[in-house]
């Protein structure tokens, strides 16, 4: 979608331009995606080919090289961080994790596209928050950052781990249907630069995550049996 290249380049360039040469502004974060790395074989750190494959990751990828440009040539502090999925109570209901645990808690099938074999990397939000919080204060301007898990997981391990915090069969959970057209079959990010520079890992594991996120869907399962899983793009 053109609405993509409105909010990850033009936008972001309005920004950029409206926030250089401020007296009061010191840095700009800009967070980024792992998918413009495209489907990898193993671990890749910031150096690694850019290989994006949907309009969003290209429309990411474009963002990121334009502050590079403008750190570059102008000055533009900026940091860049490429998370691997991030998850967390209160996420949109079209995402695996909160679609697989609302499901559950309201007695529901969730979906399981191409038997679930796609391996995606994913990372707590307050990991997340913490790893935004250390590059805002302490990295040195212009430094790139993957920040996840030392692993990915396949995409069925997660719909199973949310099957064992609510006992019920993964059998009878899951809805078998084709994969997406396009899909990247890996994420995977080797985050060691931000470990060694600012001391970052993730230190809440899958499986606590999991749990805190299927506590929030019992907790707010009757509230939520009604809302929309559909995606909704928004620039």
């Known amino acids: 979608s053109h609405l993509f290249y409105e909010t990850n380049v ?16 010191e840095k700009f974060v800009q967070v980024g995606s792992s998918e413009i790395y495209g489907a990898v074989d193993g671990p890749v750190t910031e150096e ?10 290209i429309s990411k990828m474009a963002g ?13 502090p900026m ?5 691997s999925n991030a998850y967390g109570p209160g996420q949109q209901l079209y995402r695996i994790l909160p679609r697989a645990v609302l499901a559950a808690a309201n007695g529901e099938r969730v979906p399981l596209e191409g038997g679930g074999q796609a391996r995606k990397s994913y990372i707590h939000a307050r990991d997340l928050a913490e790893s935004i919080q250390l590059i805002a204060e ?7 950052y993957n920040a996840g898990p030392p692993e990915p997981v396949a995409i069925r391990r997660l719909v199973e781990l949310v099957a064992e915090e609510f006992d019920i069969p993964f059998d009878d959970f899951v809805e078998q249907r084709p994969g997406r ?6 994420y995977w990010l080797d985050s060691s630069l931000i470990k060694r520079d600012l001391g970052w890992e993730p230190r809440i594991s899958l499986e606590e995550g999991v749990r805190e996120m299927a506590d929030w869907g019992k907790r707010y399962a009757s509230q939520l049996r009604e809302a929309s899983t559909d995606y909704v793009l928004r620039a």
């Not at 302490?138 to 790139?144: D, F, Q, S, V």
């Open 79 to 83: 940091n860049i961080i490429r998370p």
């Open 10 to 25: 033009t936008a972001l360039a309005k920004m950029v331009e409206g926030l250089a040469g401020r007296d009061w502004f």
């Open 138 to 144: 302490r990295a040195e301007p212009g430094k790139i």
């Open 181 to 186: 057209p396009g899909e990247d079959a890996q």
């Open 64 to 76: 990121d090289l334009h502050l590079v440009s403008m750190h570059e040539v102008r000055g533009f």
């Open 48 to 57: 690694a080919p850019l290989t994006p494959t949907s309009p969003y990751s």
